[in-house]
């Protein structure tokens, strides 16, 4: 008997100590625990040492394949006032993805980089629990007024419009040669969840002076200038329904002025809210252009009214790995249907090591609707200056490059000096 009960309690005790054990090792304390988060940050606007600075649980790392969160900033875009944040866990936080998007306004360079540093510090703080930095995590509300007598205090006196004025002016000059350039450009933009409404403009000029000697000098003078709007009701969250307007002229190709006129409809394959990962849309237009040209056109032409539509598909895609996109654009005449114009057009940024990344990008423009041309023979002079838009079938352009990355990839110091 006392033999049983010796061998029960040895037992009973072994059991609990497994139990123990297996409960300690599955439970990591915070000794066993990193004692920042390994971020890697995807963002080309960003300013890194404020980051760094102002956000002290997270060691922004340079290699992607040590950060246990990948975030991918998306910067607004010229129409736009929302950015866009997408986590993505690696390795113990595989899995647990959070993408949400806020709206900097007009803010100051300061207050815009203030309010990113903040959205950033609440999407990482989840993760940042789970290390060694947890324990001196804290939340911080700030409470809205409770004066209910002016309830407009609170209220954006601004309806969610945006207001842009850009003045640009360039010179240059040499004995024989001077240059100057202008440019200026307006903006108005209101985005909602359910409506988005742009309205924009723009003017432009370019002229250059050549003397060549014994009295005889070459003057180049090149504008164009354009006023649009589009128009978008949120349908769905695939669906979506615009209508673009836009007047333009431009002397480089004959067009003194062209009015179009387009309702379309937009539809993507993954829901909008994903589209800070991935977004694979196909859009269609379709409405009437009136063009008035500077000069008659090889078809002998001074006004001319047309009907056309245009096809796109875009894919993007922002992974850890990397980015990707592509588009595919087909413009056709429904009045003169052998008229069209294709645009093939990607990029892709790959990380192919843990230091290499690899960037390509290329457009390719088959061009059969070069109807606006001007009659008779370019001079050599509008040739050489390209004041005046040449017959072609096609038109392409391509870039390639790498990146490659080695040494303290992970320090995470700020030194501000000397920085010119």
């Not at 695939?238 to 009015?259: D, I, Y």
Request: glycine letters at 8%; charged letters at 20%.
């Amino acid at each position: 008997m006392r033999r049983f009960l010796c061998a029960a309690l040895l037992g009973v005790s072994t059991l609990v100590g497994a139990t123990g054990l297996a409960r300690a090792q599955e439970t990591r304390t915070p000794s066993d625990q990193p004692a920042t988060l390994r971020v890697s940050l995807h963002c080309d606007l960003c300013d890194l040492a404020f980051l760094k600075t102002n956000i002290g649980f997270a060691d922004f790392v340079a290699d992607a394949e040590t950060a246990e969160v990948d975030v991918t900033v998306s910067a607004p875009a010229a129409t736009s006032t929302e950015w866009k944040l997408a986590f993505a866990g690696r390795g113990r936080f595989a899995g647990r993805d959070r993408a949400f998007t806020f709206s900097a306004g007009a803010a100051a360079i300061d207050e815009t980089r203030k309010e990113l540093a903040r959205w950033l510090k609440i999407g990482l703080a989840e993760y940042a629990l789970d290390t060694g930095a947890g324990a001196q995590l804290d939340v911080k509300f700030n409470r809205p007024s409770t004066n209910t007598s002016t309830p407009s205090a609170n209220r954006d006196r601004w309806n969610y419009w945006v207001f842009r004025v850009g003045v640009d002016a360039f010179g240059n000059g040499e004995q024989a040669t001077v240059s100057r350039s202008y440019f200026v450009n307006t903006s108005a933009n209101r985005t909602t969840e359910n409506w988005k409404i742009r309205i924009g403009g723009y003017r432009s000029l370019n002229w250059n002076s050549f003397d060549l000697g014994d009295g005889e000098t070459i003057e180049s003078n090149v504008s164009d200038w354009s006023a649009d709007t589009l128009i978008v009701k949120s349908l769905t969250g695939h669906l979506s329904a615009a209508l673009t307007a836009s007047v333009t002229g431009s002397t480089f190709s004959n067009e003194e002025r062209v009015g179009q006129f387009a309702p379309g409809v937009e539809y993507d394959i993954f829901p909008y809210s994903e589209s800070t990962k991935r977004s694979l849309t196909i859009q269609y237009t379709v409405g009437p252009a009136f063009y008035d040209y500077e000069a008659e056109t090889i078809f002998g032409k001074m006004t001319e009214k047309i009907a056309k539509h245009t096809v796109s598909t875009s894919l993007g895609l922002s992974q850890p790995w990397g980015q990707a996109g592509g588009s595919f654009i087909l413009t056709q005449q429904l009045t003169a249907l052998e008229r069209t114009r294709l645009t093939f057009s990607g990029s892709v940024r790959v990380r192919l090591t843990r230091s290499l990344t690899v960037n390509a990008s290329g457009s390719y423009d088959r061009i059969r609707d070069q109807f606006t041309l001007e009659k008779g023979e370019a001079s050599e002079e509008e040739v050489l200056l390209r004041q005046r838009q040449l017959a072609t079938g096609h038109r392409y352009r391509f870039s390639f490059g790498f990146q490659f990355s080695f040494g303290a990839l992970s320090n995470i110091t700020v030194n501000p000096r000397f920085s010119l």
